[in-house]
């Protein structure tokens, strides 16, 4: 495996259902990402890790529970979440979070829908 | 009024046409300037990236910042329907590491 790999790539969950989505980097990078990504709207930042400590957390509501046990693992747990919460999920990392921010991977996300 | 503008498209030019993304924004502290683009089914990948103003040259790609204006463009020559994604543009300043995005062109390059 190389580069930033997502799963599930596809996720249908009810609103009461618990359900992950997963990210693996290949990197070597320091920094780990969660973005939202959602039809005709700027990709919406949730959350960052750097050396495996949360460094923002986007006013992202508490039924999106981010964990990120190592530098090349994150996972963003999900639980109780409604239908606008439908987009694509992405994962990205980079070297670190200098001032430029470094260029960022991005995994190929995770499409969920809320039904 | 949002910090960064991007005309969503879809924008539609045939095969071998010059094509010009345009992205403008508010923040005159922006410093960093990146194009990111996205192909169906994908995530976004790094494509140009500016720092300051002026115009940067990588084969058919010309990515050029205009800071008087709050203005950056992506210029693409002689187009190929392998170009057809949409293109991201996202800046930061030097205070803050977090990238503001715009919320992408969808282009289609049509044979």
């Known amino acids: 495996e190389t580069g930033v790999t997502q799963t599930p790539r596809h996720l249908v969950m009810g609103m009461t259902n618990k359900k992950s989505l997963k990210c693996e980097q290949h990197?070597?990078?320091?920094?780990m990402y969660w973005y939202k990504q959602s039809a005709k709207k700027p990709l919406e930042l949730m959350f960052v890790y750097n050396f495996k400590e949360q460094t923002e957390n986007n006013s992202v509501p508490s039924r999106f529970s981010p964990e990120c046990p190592n530098s090349s693992h994150l996972f963003l747990h999900l639980h109780t979440l409604q239908p606008e919460d439908s987009a694509l999920y992405l994962c990205?990392?980079?070297?670190?979070?200098?001032?430029?921010?470094?260029?960022?991977?991005f995994g190929e996300g995770s499409r969920l829908t809320v039904l | 009024q949002k910090e960064v503008e991007q005309d969503p498209g879809p924008l539609s030019v045939p095969e071998g046409a010059i094509v010009s993304l345009n992205c403008t924004y508010s923040n005159s502290a922006f410093q960093y300037f990146m194009w990111y683009r996205q192909y169906s089914r994908k995530g976004p990948e790094l494509l140009m990236y500016?720092?300051s103003s002026g115009n940067k040259e990588d084969g058919r790609f010309t990515a050029q910042v205009d800071k008087s204006s709050k203005y950056i463009s992506l210029f693409i020559r002689d187009s190929q329907p392998s170009d057809s994604a949409t293109y991201l543009c996202a800046m930061s300043d030097n205070s803050n590491y977090q990238l503001i995005w715009g919320a992408g062109t969808k282009l289609i390059i049509k044979p």
């Open positions: 990197l070597g990078h320091n920094a």
């Open positions: 990205a990392s980079s070297q670190g979070t200098s001032r430029f921010g470094g260029e960022l991977f």
């Open positions: 500016t720092y």
